[in-house]
């Protein structure tokens, strides 16, 4: 394995356990809190609890996870002065971004 792949899949692997965590730590939480008290349609929404602000950030960090590829990525083929590469993966960020925009 290269360095590039080592780094690469060292980021995708790191961004996967710490969203994991997050969302197991917020879930776990949130039902601890919620012990025994009936779920109403629409109270997980609304609660505005911090388990639930726990579970949204390890969604985040899930979003951003290969965004973050993309960008290592970006900075890797800089440093082999891969042009070609460095221009296609910068287009590739470029409508990564563009997506996470909103419907269009």
């Known amino acids: 394995m290269t360095r590039m792949e080592i780094l690469i899949s060292m980021t995708l692997r790191t961004g996967v356990i710490v969203s994991s965590l997050l969302v197991l730590s ?20 609304s609660s505005g609890s911090n388990a639930i602000s726990l579970i ?12 973050a590829r993309v960008a ?25 971004l563009f997506s996470l925009y909103g419907p269009w």
């Open 72 to 96: 290592l990525s970006i900075l890797l083929f800089l440093k082999e002065r891969d042009w070609l590469f460095v221009l296609i993966t910068l287009w590739v960020l470029v409508v990564l």
């Open 56 to 67: 949204k950030a390890g969604i985040l960090v899930l979003v951003f996870t290969p965004i």
């Open 26 to 45: 917020g879930g776990l939480w949130y039902i601890l809190k919620h012990l025994g008290t009936p779920l109403e349609v629409g109270a997980v929404n």
